[in-house]
């Protein structure tokens, strides 16, 4: 890793540039609609004097030290920038690892790979006389994007991340109340994609005895049973955000909340967070050049750690966690979560079921938040009655307070999965990531 | 047939000025552009994604270079004219900015200190272009400054507990702003009783955008919109009217040309009209493949062919005020809460955190959290009590009255 550029003295500066390549092919019906590529690169430069941050977004590399300049004359130098505390904490790594050049490199892979795995399943799943369907689609592709970081105190790091992706959705007329629902897969080559047929047709199994047997739910509170997707989803949006430092920097309400070693919830739960596992939130290196490490959230109910970019670690005097990360070349960075899971337990997901007498098994979700009181949206649930998953129900939300339901959760099951599926927005910045967890009983949530 | 070369095109300037925790953060600057070369001919397009610039020579070279890639396109390019519209009103540089954003702080700061805040101070400058060999030379200029603020008493466990945010075209001395942030924050610590009868006052694009969704004619046609087979048919409310408008200025960096580059004759589509569905959207495609009306309204998309969708849609306004609307009934305006999805019924749960109940001119507090519940049909018929001819300070834009049930 050789650096170029030369850098404004008393000040600090880095240059992030962004390297991607996606390339999608779509079909909807039978008939080819999506059938793309595209290249992108870009830049961002920073400058800092210690009081304000000055930053450029550049498409042309070529100029990178033009605004890295032209950002020098804006700020104010600084002798002691470099005593900083939050400069001080910056990391001067140098590495390089990239893992998708060559053969491996999506924008080397022939498009007819991609349709040879389109086909496939449209050969495989999609019987265009299924009973009632209105629509299907299938989609293969994939995303690559590389990244280097570049700073005045010396650190150089470059790194690449690639994921294919295929998708499979059919949709129900179901006379005027249409529904529909599929399936995602991941792998980091097309080929690793193929061996999900039978999931999605199982999966389509259920989304039609689910449009044709479903009924409302009567509202109210119920011991629910959580997917393990569900799991990921409130170990997420709904606990994950607030470990999150950079809302709480100077806040004492939160600060006093969210103090360390304090029981924040029942001894079943641990919650960690991890930039360097090879899934869909892997960054190596965050975009300060901080090297990514495990963090442990909640530990066996007890908070051990939050994350954090320099900033945040030096107003509350912690350790870098290497969850700097901005959306692309055009965002500065903000404190996010990279693969952020609750850890699986020993209880068998039949022996969870058989062990409630009376609840709601939430089996799918498409998003939730997660405030004091946290949301989920179900897409499909279950009423569980004496021990046994019984009619599909139709529920519109689950909420709880999350201080709460951390104490609620009294079954961890050892079905423990980490779904890739996830893109992450905070303050108008997406940021890929991955959830995990297993299933999971919670005494009470309010259900509607 | 010769090859048509045709170029649709973005240059974007954004500075911002970002505040954390009542302190200046970062100033940020973006200049992007962004442009799609196609080629026309024998029935194909071949098209290139440039984000960054790239000569107009080699664009339209690797629009050709992959054969492999062009795609079906059995439909003619549009003709067109000459046609450029500038909206934007006035020029404001770096340094206004970064006064602005100070003096908004410091009256946040000076009057409510039993906050925090987050500010984001935005100008945005942006053109569109559209040109191609058939004559077609069209552009649209736009400029905006935008005010973000997010706020969290010091006392609350939230990570947040509101935010607020408007457009200007032309900064004015402040008054917006102080109304606005007097009205969120003035009455925050005074709890208000939940009314039996709730209505909420908000700004109508999430609800909108669901209904725009079930009229795009591909899915009516299919039979996978709940307006399926419901053309012609009254739907929903008397006083509910739904048009894509493309002169609205009362939007920000709206086109008058569809991703095709097909202009509408008035630059306006009626979608539906006293409650009754006139037309779904539909692009080239979609109006050949399924034979209904082409209503010139495809999505621009700058790496592939286009879909239907991408149009500027607005309620038309009623002719009475918010408070005339209200008639000495009080509203809700939700500050943080969460949707859920239509379910099969089209019900949906809203579940709000936090809000504030006023009159329609006076805030009287701010409400606990409470649940209340909707459906599609009735959000824009039974339920639906009309668009305000006025932008009162709670947006400083179009909003809604809505009739809901409390869970």
Redesign the interface.
């Known amino acids: 890793m050789k650096q170029q550029y030369h850098f404004p003295e008393n000040l600090y500066s880095d240059i992030r540039i962004q390297e991607s390549y996606s390339t999608n092919l779509g079909m909807y019906?039978g008939?080819l609609?999506?059938?793309?590529?595209?290249?992108?690169?870009?830049a961002l430069v920073r400058v800092y004097d210690g009081?304000?941050?000055?930053?450029?977004?550049?498409?042309?590399l070529e100029k990178i030290q033009d605004e890295l300049d032209a950002l020098a004359k804006?700020a104010t130098p600084n002798e002691n920038i470099y005593e900083d505390p939050a400069i001080k904490l910056l990391e001067v790594n140098v590495d390089e690892r990239l893992q998708y050049t060559g053969e491996k490199f999506l924008g080397n892979i022939a498009?007819s790979r991609f349709l040879t795995v389109l086909n496939h399943y449209v050969d495989a799943c999609i019987d265009p006389e299924y009973p009632d369907m209105?629509?299907w689609s299938i989609s293969v592709g994939g995303d690559y994007e590389k990244k280097s970081f570049y700073s005045s105190k010396g650190c150089a790091v470059a790194w690449d991340y690639q994921l294919c992706s295929l998708n499979v959705y059919m949709?129900f007329?179901?006379n005027?109340?249409?529904?529909?629902g599929g399936k995602n897969f991941f792998g980091m080559m097309p080929e690793d994609l193929y061996g999900h047929e039978q999931e999605f047709l199982s999966e389509r199994d259920r989304l039609v005895d689910y449009?044709a047997n479903?009924v409302d739910v009567e509202?109210g509170e119920y011991t629910c049973i959580l997917s393990p997707i569900t799991t990921a989803m409130f170990a997420h949006e709904s606990f994950g955000?607030?470990s999150e430092a950079?809302?709480?920097?100077?806040?004492?309400?939160?600060r006093d909340?969210w103090v360390m070693g304090k029981k924040v919830g029942s001894e079943l739960v641990s919650i960690c967070d991890s930039g360097d596992m090879p899934n869909h939130g892997y960054i190596p290196y965050d975009d300060e050049g901080t090297r990514a490490r495990e963090t442990w959230l909640i530990k066996e109910g007890v908070l051990t750690g939050r994350l954090h970019d320099s900033n945040s670690a030096s107003v509350l005097g912690e350790e870098l966690t290497g969850n700097s990360r901005a959306q692309d070349y055009?965002m500065?960075p903000l404190v996010r979560m990279t693969n952020t899971f609750m850890k699986g337990g020993t209880d068998s997901f039949d022996d969870i079921i058989a062990d409630t007498k009376d609840g709601i098994y939430v089996y799918m979700v498409?998003?939730g938040?997660g405030?004091?009181?946290f949301?989920l949206?179900p897409?499909i649930c279950y009423r569980i009655r004496d021990g046994k998953i019984c009619e599909p129900l139709?529920v519109?939300?689950v909420?709880g307070s999350v201080?709460q339901t951390l104490f609620d959760i009294d079954r961890v099951g050892s079905d423990f999965e980490l779904f890739d599926t996830y893109y992450c927005g905070k303050l108008g910045q997406g940021a890929r990531v991955s959830a995990g967890g297993p299933t999971i009983r919670v005494k009470k949530l309010q259900v509607? | 047939m010769a090859a048509i070369k045709e170029k649709h095109g973005t240059h974007c300037e954004v500075n911002t000025m970002s505040y954390?925790?009542n302190k200046?953060?970062?100033?940020?600057?973006?200049?992007?552009?962004e442009s799609s070369y196609r080629v026309y001919e024998d029935g194909k397009v071949g098209?290139f994604?440039c984000?960054?610039?790239v000569s107009d020579e080699e664009g339209y070279a690797k629009a050709q270079a992959d054969p492999?890639?062009a795609?079906p396109y059995p439909f003619s390019p549009e003709a067109g004219s000459t046609r450029f519209r500038d909206l934007s009103e006035t020029e404001f540089s770096a340094g206004e900015l970064m006064a602005l954003a100070e003096e908004y702080m410091k009256y946040l700061t000076d009057n409510y200190p039993q906050f925090?805040f987050s500010g984001k101070f935005t100008t945005t400058r942006q053109t569109d272009t559209f040109t191609n060999d058939l004559g077609a030379d069209y552009s649209n200029s736009d400029a905006s400054v935008g005010v973000g603020i997010m706020f969290?008493h010091?006392?609350?466990?939230?990570?947040?507990d509101g935010d607020f945010e408007f457009n200007m075209r032309t900064p004015d001395d402040g008054t917006k702003f102080r109304e606005m942030a007097d009205l969120y924050l003035g009455k925050w610590d005074t709890v208000a009783e939940i009314p039996e009868d709730v209505i909420l006052d908000m700004q109508y694009y999430g609800f909108a955008g669901s209904l725009v969704s079930e009229l795009d004619a591909e899915?009516m046609s299919?039979?996978?919109?709940?307006l399926?087979?419901k053309l012609g048919e009254k739907v929903f409310a008397d006083s509910f009217t739904l048009e894509h408008d493309a002169t609205d200025k009362e939007s920000w960096y709206t086109r008058f040309w569809d991703g095709e580059g097909c202009v509408i004759p008035g630059d306006k589509l009626l979608l539906i009209e006293n409650g009754v569905i006139k037309t779904g959207y539909s692009d080239k495609r979609v109006a050949d493949?399924y034979g209904v009306p082409h209503t010139k309204t495809a999505g621009r998309n700058f790496?592939?062919?286009t879909?239907p969708g991408g149009m500027n849609v607005r309620i038309r306004r009623s002719d009475k005020t918010i408070r005339e609307l209200l008639d000495g009934r009080l509203a809700v305006i939700p500050i943080?809460y969460?949707r859920?999805?239509l379910?099969?019924?089209?019900?949906?749960?809203i579940?709000i955190?936090s809000s504030l109940l006023w009159d329609g001119d006076k805030v009287i507090g701010r409400l606990p959290?409470f649940?209340v519940?909707t459906n599609f049909y009735d959000i824009f018929g039974k339920d639906f009590r009309g668009v305000g001819s006025d932008d009162p300070a709670t947006y400083h834009d179009k909003q809604m009255l809505l009739h809901v049930e409390r869970?």
Do not use: C
């Open positions: 019906n008939e609609t999506r059938d793309n590529a595209t290249s992108n690169v870009g009081k304000l941050w000055y930053t450029s977004s550049v498409n042309d804006l498009r209105t629509s949709s007329g179901n005027g109340e249409p529904m529909g449009i479903a509202p955000h607030k950079d809302f709480m920097l100077n806040d004492k309400t939160l909340e055009r500065r498409s998003n938040t405030n004091s009181t949301v949206n897409v139709r519109r939300m909420t201080f509607s | 954390e925790e200046p953060k970062a100033f940020e600057r973006l200049n992007l552009d098209i994604h984000i960054g610039t492999e890639r795609r925090t969290k010091k006392d609350s466990k939230n990570i947040m899915e299919l039979g996978n919109s709940r399926s087979g493949k790496g592939d062919l879909y943080d969460t859920s999805q379910d099969q019924k089209g019900d949906m749960t579940v955190n959290e649940k519940k869970v």
